[in-house]
Nanobody, 128 residues
């Protein structure tokens, strides 16, 4: 059974930094992708960043480029999201997600498909 557990959320002032971590277990033996999504109150869930386990290839939403960095550890079971220069509009619940078939991941603007397991989320609040 796949389990994804997020940590590292909290309250930070605008311009500050946070590092989110996702501990994954029950991962498939084949290649997979791990990603971060977020959902702000009253808004749809949107993709933030994702990384492939096979070659570490990364993808970022436009809102994350230049400020956020995704990484995966050597065991390929923990994926981190370093968030710098945070803005109030980054306030959301951040979710870790797994795509067991990376080839099925598709990016339609902020709507990313192909992710089939989700964590419970961690709250990030950025004050102005």
């Amino acid at each position: 059974e796949v389990q994804l557990v997020e940590s590292g959320g909290g309250l930070v002032q605008a311009g500050g930094s946070l590092r989110l971590s996702c501990a994954a277990s029950g991962l498939p033996l084949n290649d997979y992708a791990l990603g971060w999504f977020r959902q702000a109150p009253g808004k749809e869930r949107e993709g933030v960043s994702c990384i492939g386990s096979a070659d570490g290839s990364q993808y970022y939403a436009d809102s994350a480029k230049g400020r956020f960095t995704i990484s995966i550890d050597n065991t390929k079971t923990t994926v981190d999201l370093q968030m710098n220069n945070l803005k109030p509009e980054d306030t959301a619940v951040y979710y870790c997600a797994l795509a067991t078939r990376p080839g099925s991941v598709m990016f339609y603007g902020s709507r990313w498909t192909g992710f089939d397991s989700w964590g419970r989320g961690t709250q990030v609040t950025v004050s102005s």
